[in-house]
């Protein structure tokens, strides 16, 4: 069966590339273009794992960055076994470790990984 | 009156630097899809490209990537400026930093033929109080300096002292060196001596500036002494209890 992956990300262009890549290595890629919409289809379709960007677009004054969406996810039961891997261009190291104590299971900069070493590190995870 | 203006021009200053760090952020995600797409054309996810086409495509993903270290080096300087950012003191373990910066730089050096070792010279290193990631900045371009800047065949070695009150730290390279009439400015902003840029036309001029003001912002000491065309060695020196 294939996977299903998640990409919370506000960037189409990176969205396209991830997707390409994840379909081409059996994945099944769904997205999500802000913080709202991620949620609601993480607790909706329960995907395998969710790649999530933190720099997300204020929708309707919510305001639900990556953060928000990362412990949504684990506050909730129905989703807290979900892995996520923060996938952001924020590398400060309190926004690592943020991001890490808030449970998502590995962190990556954008700019130091290409797509084909982000695909590696889920299928390390999703073996 | 006077005052009055120097504040004026501070906030301006200070509007100036989130401008700055908005605009790099910015750029690193342009330059993000574009380093995921080259990657992607060179594996052949978009078909097969003729040798020609993969040398060319190779060659925009080198600049792509040179891009973005000047992007990230223009967001450490404006983090380096605005106050806030620095420091953010904990107890730090200069070693780790040290041997995580080898294991980034090991690479690097090995592609290029050149030998990188690190030698502690005393038993034990105290802890610092420090701001971790602008001390990983700081060592690490010193790192990037040396190996960039020696030929193949030569020798980086990375010593760390104390003697209790100061931890000192020294990056010895067998490289290029600094020409004796510009030793004067080599820690200014922009600068870049003549035959850096000889060897490596490209490069910001801006690591050896923020490393410098890294130190001096922990109350530390940083120089360097070097022969043309024999290597430098670059020093710094952080109080213990800074």
């Known amino acids: ?127 | 009156m006077a005052k009055k203006q120097a504040k004026t021009s501070h906030k301006n200053g200070a509007e100036a630097i989130s401008g700055a760090m908005l605009l790099s952020h910015q750029l690193m995600s342009t330059l993000t899809a574009m380093k995921w797409s080259l990657k992607m054309l060179t594996q052949g996810d978009f078909g097969a490209m003729t040798k020609e086409q993969q040398d060319i495509v190779g060659k925009i993903d080198q600049r792509n990537d040179l891009l973005i270290s000047l992007a990230n080096r223009v967001l450490h300087t404006s983090k380096l400026e605005d106050e806030k950012y620095c420091c953010n003191l904990a107890s730090v373990n200069i070693e780790t930093i040290i041997s995580s910066t080898m294991g980034y730089s090991k690479e690097s050096a090995t592609k290029k033929g050149v030998n990188l070792e690190f030698k502690r010279l005393t038993e034990k290193i105290p802890a610092l109080r420090a701001d971790e990631e602008m001390l990983k900045i700081a060592v690490q371009n010193l790192f990037d300096n040396a190996i960039k800047y020696t030929p193949a065949g030569g020798k980086v070695t990375v010593f760390l002292d104390s003697d209790g009150k100061n931890v000192e730290f020294k990056i010895q390279d067998s490289g290029i060196g600094v020409p004796e009439k510009q030793k004067g400015r080599l820690f200014h902003k922009f600068f870049r001596a003549d035959n850096a840029i000889k060897l490596n036309p490209v490069g910001s001029g801006l690591g050896l500036f923020i490393s410098k003001n890294i130190i001096g912002a922990h109350g530390g000491k940083m120089g360097f002494d070097s022969k043309e065309n024999k290597g430098s060695a670059f020093y710094f020196s952080l109080p213990v209890n800074g």
Request: glycine share 8%.
């Open chain 1, 1 to 127: 069966m294939a996977k299903n992956i998640l990409i919370v990300e506000d960037d189409a262009f990176l969205i396209e590339l991830l997707s390409k890549k994840f379909a081409s290595e059996g994945f099944k890629v769904s997205e999500a273009m802000n913080g709202k919409e991620g949620l609601e289809k993480i607790k909706e379709t329960k995907p395998d794992l969710v790649l999530l960007d933190l720099l997300l677009p204020d929708v309707n004054g919510l305001d639900v960055d990556g953060f928000k969406v990362l412990s949504g996810i684990k506050e909730d039961p129905a989703t807290s076994s979900i892995p996520v891997i923060i996938l952001s261009n924020l590398g400060q190291q309190e926004e690592i470790e943020r991001g890490l104590k808030l449970g998502a299971i590995d962190y990556l900069i954008k700019s130091q990984f290409t797509s084909d070493e982000i695909i590696k590190k889920v299928k390390k995870i999703l073996p």
